[in-house]
């Protein structure tokens, strides 16, 4: 009898709802998680997996053997790359495309290098203005490689006692 | 002319205009819609005699409700115009009868007298503090309370005679008990099952 | 230099009296609308533990004015085989009434553009052409989607309509009258004389049936997004959608303020004492109408979406019965037991 009454009581006055605006008020004056993007980043995996790039020696000699088992394994026909033998009798690439539109980068391409040449880098805030430059030719891969060599490096440092 | 004048001119030109729209446009949802500008007007009218609360209850009643529902019905409606014309000139002739009937009565109630200049004196222009609302309730209320009464009594009727013929129940229908619905508790429906959260080497030689 | 003012305002035909003052109502509450949305997206956004928008102007406070200019020159796009006078006028039919029901609004026990004797009813009467907006709208952008919003939003304010109307003639019974002035003036002496205590199921009722009436959440079916797009409002862009946008808020801003002056004492100050009858009565005026406002975004952030029949059942077989009961225990109080005063 009493519990009926208890639960008219409750219908009438709404206390379910009552209850749920007290949570969300109370959510009110909580500290919030927000991250202020551009101003504020979160930390990024050593495994980030961004931007493409071709690293080299550091000798200064491109790693790249033109092996194409990157473009072999690539899942988006993102990659193509023509090969030549240099002058030194070495096998070279003449070509290495990456077409960042197809591109999912699953990072299939750096598993499969058997020099580490190409790898993602951790570089994710990129974009492209117009229809060209969607994708990037050897060189350009080349020197994102040089430029941000060092961060490549570190990352593959950190990374490397877990494979 | 003094504003009063202009208002009233107005709105009567407004009125008529809309009220033989609604008879000649074509998209019956759009004559609904002239009808709304005729009550509109119509109450605007009122206003200048200084019956705000007959002008307001129009407003409220005919174009906030009923013609709402009008509307409603008219919408769903897919009417076929020409089917419509069909019989046009063949029920002409009966129907300028009945227009010609109507008219001619109009006109000798009009006529008569009884609504003249004279029958009908001015209305009197009250002050600020007289109040429209309270004036017509003390005489619903008081004077014609039977009648007031015995009308509402009829709608009363009215309405529940129309529900009672058009509600019927079909067997077949899916009902849902919503106190039932808010009786239940988490304990009627949730049942929670404690397991650790790996496989324990009792459970894989099951 | 106060008198040299004074004399000029009086000196000033009559129209242009009138027209300053509506400018004096409008342009406010316009700004107020407009802020009104940025308090909405903050507010939620502090109740889901986000910052919500501030990116543009100090804090955010210039989104309204971004938002507002973004929309301004976007193209009106009309629909094929809408119909382009209806399709055109249906915005500006949604926004007008909740507009000029401000004319007879209270502000203080002077500051109200036309202090007619029937304003009740004039809000009640205004309000209920608000739906046709919404309707032809709905009707005129030749979409099942907008033509399924418009049905569900008119059948739902039409059926929420009638049990706000009731409570309202609860409070008429207990003010005995029909002017909003008289009615705040009735509920002078302190927060204990305001009608929401002894009109507390219908002060639930006319909380509730506002949100309903206004197409907000938890009764949002008119606009919901995972049903049918938007409602009756999916066809329109740019500046036809600001117009529906502003109306809505409008709106609610407007329930807002009836039920301050209905419920809350208006510009009445809570205690009829020193410290509280120092502030000015409009400040207390719209800090009621803040509060209530805020009610209005709390319950979205917090409930989820009523299902539509639901909805209608609420609106016709609890609302209305409650009011009803509630309007018979008032009347029989007043005039047949000696606790009649507990009422007025």
């Not at chain 1, 030194?88 to 020099?115: H, I, N, S, W």
Request: net charge neutral; aromatic share 14%; proline share 4%.
């Amino acid at each position: 009898m009493l519990r009926i009454f208890i639960r008219f009581i409750k219908t009438y006055f709404l206390w379910e709802l009552l209850r749920g605006l007290a949570l969300t008020g109370s959510r009110l004056f909580r500290r919030k998680f927000t991250v202020q993007y551009p101003d504020e980043k979160t930390p990024k995996s050593p495994r980030f997996r961004g931007l493409h790039a071709l690293r080299r020696y550091p000798n200064g000699e491109e790693r790249c053997i033109a092996c194409k088992l990157c473009e072999a394994v690539c899942p988006a026909v993102a990659i193509t790359i023509e090969s030549e033998e240099r002058e030194d009798g070495t096998r070279r690439t003449t070509r290495y495309d990456v077409d960042l539109f197809k591109c999912v980068y699953c990072g299939f391409c750096e598993e499969a290098c058997p020099v580490d040449s190409i790898v993602l880098t951790d570089i994710h805030e990129f974009h492209f203005e117009g229809r060209e430059g969607t994708v990037i030719d050897k060189a350009g891969l080349l020197a994102i490689g040089d430029r941000y060599e060092s961060s490549i490096a570190t990352a593959r440092e950190h990374d490397a006692p877990y494979r | 002319m003094n504003f009063l004048q202009f208002s009233f001119y107005l709105f009567s030109v407004i009125l008529i205009v809309a009220a033989s729209l609604v008879v000649t446009v074509r998209n019956p949802v759009k004559a609904v819609l002239y009808l709304v500008l005729v009550f509109f007007s119509a109450a605007c009218i009122w206003l200048t005699l200084e019956a705000e609360f007959l002008a307001i209850v129009l407003v409220l009643v005919y174009v906030g409700a009923v013609m709402v529902l009008f509307l409603f019905v008219v919408m769903m409606l897919d009417i076929d115009v020409a089917r419509l014309r069909e019989g046009f000139t063949q029920y002409l002739p009966a129907g300028l009868v009945i227009a010609g009937v109507m008219v001619a009565e109009l006109a000798v109630v009009m006529l008569s007298g009884r609504f003249s200049l004279d029958a009908i004196p001015r209305p009197v222009g009250r002050g600020a503090d007289y109040s429209n609302t309270r004036e017509l309730g003390l005489v619903l209320y008081t004077d014609y309370v039977y009648a007031f009464e015995i009308a509402a009594l009829i709608l009363l009727v009215a309405i529940i005679a129309a529900i009672s013929l058009t509600f019927r129940r079909r067997g077949g229908t899916k009902v849902q008990v919503i106190a039932e619905q808010l009786r239940v508790t988490k304990a009627d429906r949730l049942r929670i099952v404690k397991m650790s959260s790996e496989i324990t080497d009792g459970e894989k030689s099951q | 230099m106060l008198e040299v003012f004074v004399e000029i305002w009086h000196s000033l035909p009559l129209v242009l009296q009138v027209g300053f003052k509506i400018a004096a109502i409008l342009f406010p509450l316009l700004a107020m609308v407009a802020y009104y949305t940025f308090a909405e997206r903050k507010v939620i956004g502090y109740m889901q533990l986000r910052v919500g928008p501030n990116r543009v102007g100090p804090r955010g406070w210039l989104q309204p004015i971004a938002d507002a200019v973004k929309l301004m020159f976007k193209e009106i796009i009309i629909p094929t085989n809408a119909e382009r006078q209806l399709f055109l006028i249906a915005p500006v039919l949604a926004l007008a009434p909740a507009l000029a029901a401000w004319a007879v609004i209270p502000f203080t026990d002077t500051l109200v553009l036309a202090d007619i004797d029937a304003s009740l009813l004039f809000v009640l009467a205004l309000t209920s052409l608000g739906v046709y907006g919404v309707i032809i709208a709905g009707w005129a952008s030749n979409s099942k989607y907008a033509f399924l919003g418009a049905m569900r939003s008119a059948a739902q304010i039409v059926a929420y309509e009638i049990a706000m109307g009731f409570a309202l003639v609860g409070v008429l019974m207990a003010a005995g009258s029909l002017n909003l002035r008289e009615i705040v003036l009735a509920q002078a002496g302190g927060f204990f004389q305001w009608y929401f205590i002894p009109l507390f199921p219908l002060f639930v009722v006319y909380l509730v049936s506002g949100v309903a009436e206004t197409n907000r959440a938890p009764f949002d079916v008119a606009e919901g997004e995972s049903e049918i797009v938007a409602g009756f409002h999916v066809e329109y862009s740019g500046m036809a959608f600001a117009v529906f946008f502003l109306a809505e808020y409008a709106n609610m801003i407007l329930i807002s303020a009836l039920t301050v002056i209905m419920f809350l004492g208006g510009w009445q100050p809570p205690l009829d004492m020193a410290p509280f009858t120092w502030v000015p009565g409009i400040v207390w005026f719209f800090g009621k109408l803040a509060l209530v406002a805020f009610l209005f975004l709390w319950f979205r952030a917090t409930f989820p979406r009523y299902r539509y029949d639901q909805i209608m059942r609420l609106g016709w077989k609890v609302f209305i019965p409650v009011t009803l009961v509630w309007i018979g225990v008032i009347g029989a109080a007043k005039f047949f037991t000696p606790f009649g005063f507990l009422f007025s």
